[in-house]
């Protein structure tokens, strides 16, 4: 917070402003490069104009419009399919060439993968379609997206999609099940909280 405030010597000892000073030194360097430039830019630009006012959504479109992005690449999970293609849709309507990829794409079984039964959603099943970002990637590659945004990927598949995508990645929504895809919750939830730490809940369940 004192960096926040612009006095980073009141900083404690053991901050990394003081820990990695050279860290520091060499970040801000590197915001000369000519891609962080462009793309710091342009996120000053969406805080400042739309902030408090703009959806994630509009700041999403407005974000790809300031860097003159007319690829955007969609990789969404088969469970937010729907969101993905109304995405898609407001996207086109705003003038985007849009390319949308569900996970499943490809139809890997998962024991194909050498994912074990008991790792499956259905252990009992001979065929399990596997979830496939790698090739997320690689489509939204091949259709020369510059700005590729997750729907919903399941964690480990959203870093393998970030990790194989050329373009810049952004996510749109976070996959959480018991949520409503709002992670944050559990962060304000003591029922959350105690339940991801293992403590017993203030308040029981009713008999």
């Keep these: 917070m004192v960096c926040h405030l612009g006095h980073p010597e009141d900083a404690q000892p053991n901050c990394p402003v003081k820990t990695y000073p050279e860290v520091y030194a060499k970040s801000k360097g590197r915001y000369s490069e000519e891609d962080a430039k462009k793309l710091m830019l342009a996120a000053a630009y969406v805080e400042s104009t739309g902030y408090m006012k703009w959806t994630r959504v509009q700041e999403l479109a407005e974000f790809a419009k300031f860097l003159d992005v007319k690829n955007i690449g969609i990789a969404s999970c088969v469970g937010l399919q729907q969101e993905g293609s109304i995405l898609a849709r407001v996207l086109e309507e705003l003038g985007f060439n849009v390319t949308h990829v569900c996970c ?48 919903g990927l399941c964690i480990g598949h959203d870093i393998l999609f970030s990790k194989s995508s050329e373009a810049p990645v952004t996510t749109l929504i976070v996959k959480d099940r018991v949520t409503g895809h709002n992670p944050a919750a559990s962060l304000y939830s003591s029922y959350h909280r105690a339940k991801i730490l293992g403590k017993p809940s203030r308040y029981p369940p009713a008999k």
Aim: with cysteine; aromatic share 6%.
């Design 104 to 151: 499943k794409t490809g139809s890997f079984n998962k024991e194909e993968l050498r994912i074990p039964r008991e790792y499956k959603l259905r252990p009992e099943a001979e065929f399990e379609a596997a979830c496939n970002p790698i090739a997320q990637a690689e489509i939204c590659n091949k259709e020369k997206t510059e700005l590729n945004v997750i729907v």
